[in-house]
C-alpha cells in the first residue's frame, strides 16, 4: 500500500503535553524541566507543548510561565517546536500571556477553550480571533469540552480557520464524526489530544498527537504513526492495541497525577503536585505499575 498522504503539520508530528517539575518544596525547577525535555525530544518528540493543563497551568503564577519556556527553550529549542499553552477563561489574560510568550521566544501558542464561564459560539470566535491577533505566532486551538464546558463546533472552527495564524486544532471532543466534518472543512492541521483515539484520529484525517502517554512511550507512538502513514494498517494496530493498556491504565484517575508517578517510577524529573492535584495512593501506584508493565513500560 502506498504512503497515506497528510496535512501539513506546522508543529511537528509527535508531541506531548510536558508536566512542570517542582522540587521538593513545590518550587519551580527548572533545571529538572530541561532535563526532562531534552529526554522527551531524544524519545523522538518532534514538540513539546509547555504550560498546559498537564503542566498544571492552573497553579503556576504568569513569571512561572514565562521562566519555563525559556528554560526549555534554551534545552531543546533548536530540535523541537515548544509551544506555549496560554489559554484562560480571561481574553485578556490570555492575549497577555500570549505576547509574554511571544518575547520568551515559543514557537506557537495553544489556546483552550475558556472555561467555566460557558461563552457562546461568536464569543469563543472573537476569543480565539483576538489572541490570534495579538502576536505573530501561529496558534493551535484546543477544543476539550469535557474540561470547558462548551464544544467549539464546527460552523465556528471552519471560520476560525480563515485566520492565517489559527492553523491547528488539538482534538479532545472525543467525537470522530465531528472531527471528520471538521477536519474536511477547515483544512486545519488536526491533533488528536485524547491519546486512545490516536489511531481513530489519523483515520479521518488528524496528522500527530499531543499526548500525555508520550512521557513514557514516545518511541510507540511513533512508531504507531510511522506505520500509519507508511501504508502499514495492520502494523499500526498492533501497535495502537499493545499500548491499550498503557492508554487506560495513564488516565484510571487524574493524568497528571499518574504521569508524575509514572515518571518517578522511571527516575525521571517530576516532583510534587501543587493542591488541589495530589500524589497517588499507595493502591493507585501499584495498579499504576502494573499497567505499565502491560503495556511494555519497563520501570
Known sequence: MAPISTPQTPFGRVLTAMVTPFTADGALDLDGAQRLAAHLVDAGNDGLVINGTTGESPTTSDAEKSELVRAV??????????????GTNDTHHSIELARTAERDGAHGLLAVTPYY??????GLYRHFSAIADATELPVMLYDIPGRSGVPIDTETIVRLAEHPRIV?????K??????SWAIARSGLAWYSGDD???????SVG??????????????ELRALL?????????KATEIHQRLLPIYTGMFRTQGVMTTKAALALRGLPAGPLRLPLVELSPEETAQLKL???AGGVQL
Open 73 to 86: 527553550l534554551d534545552a531543546v529549542g533548536d530540535r523541537a517546536h515548544v509551544v506555549a499553552g496560554i
Open 196 to 202: 486512545m483515539l490516536n489511531l481513530p484520529l489519523l
Open 291 to 293: 499497567d505499565l508493565a
Open 168 to 172: 491547528a486544532n488539538k482534538d479532545a
Open 117 to 122: 464561564n460557558k461563552p457562546p459560539q461568536e
Open 174 to 179: 472525543g467525537d470522530l464524526g465531528r472531527a
Open 226 to 234: 510511522d506505520a500509519y502513514l507508511n501504508g502499514e494498517v495492520q
Open 206 to 219: 488528524a496528522c500527530g498527537f499531543v499526548s500525555v502517554v508520550g512521557h513514557v512511550v514516545t518511541p
